[in-house]
């Protein structure tokens, strides 16, 4: 039983380029999300989806999108990298209020 | 909106003490409120997981207690060591979504 799964765990972009931040849980749950950490700001809700299908927008959305296609899996899209999304990237997937976290993807954008 | 402030921002004690972080949070509505760990680079450790109906929980050294109506809870660690030196983070469950607080970095000195 891995639960989630977060990959790459260090990526360094260019302004401009895009990628995928991949996510997989093998718990079955339906809800997952994606969390961004800044020094000394906590854990900030980027999107969420509530099952295969359904996604939705988090408290600093903009410059990323989500798709659900199946339960498991559950990226996380920057078409256009910029500096200021430069953070560490965490991925959840939880089930009655109780939230299980990937390690983390640290991502660097020059 | 729910936000959550976490007291104090960082903290210094020498080793063999027993300390307090506190939690604060402003909407009392919450399901469940998590206690986390992070190691600098890392991910998050879940510590511990209060659920909306109780008030407290304890794993080893640790203690955490819950006053919804005071929108407080505190994490009591006993008799620290060096291996506790981390950042402590406080979250609040509003259904599935994790509001995180700024974190506790705490340092214990051999």
């Known amino acids: 039983n891995a639960g989630v799964t977060q990959t790459p765990k260090f990526q360094v972009l260019k302004t401009g380029q895009s990628m995928t931040l991949q996510c997989a849980q093998d718990m079955n749950h339906e809800y997952m999300s994606w969390y961004r950490q800044d020094p000394g700001m906590g854990l900030r809700l980027i999107h969420y989806s509530v099952g295969a299908g359904i996604t939705d927008q988090g408290e600093v959305p903009n410059g990323y999108n989500v798709s659900r296609s199946t339960t498991e899996d559950f990226p996380l899209r920057l078409l256009s990298a910029a500096p200021s999304q430069t953070s560490v990237y965490f991925c959840?997937?939880?089930?009655?209020?109780?939230?299980?976290f990937g390690q983390g993807t640290r991502l660097t954008v020059v | 909106k729910q936000e959550v402030t976490q007291i104090p921002a960082a903290l210094s004690v020498p080793e063999g003490e027993n300390l307090v972080l506190n939690c604060s949070f402003t909407?009392?509505?919450?399901?469940?409120l998590q206690w986390f760990r992070q190691d600098p680079g890392k991910g998050l450790t879940s510590l511990l997981l209060i659920q909306s109906s109780q008030r407290e929980q304890t794993s080893g050294r640790l203690n955490a207690s819950l006053d919804k109506s005071s929108g407080r809870s505190t994490l009591y660690i006993a008799a620290s060591q060096p291996g506790d030196s981390a950042t402590y983070l406080c979250?609040?469950?509003?259904?599935?979504?994790?509001?995180f607080g700024a974190g506790t970095i705490l340092r214990v000195k051999s």
């Open positions: 959840a997937s939880s089930q009655d209020t109780e939230a299980f």
């Open positions: 979250a609040v469950y509003d259904g599935n979504k994790l509001v």
């Open positions: 909407d009392s509505a919450i399901y469940n």
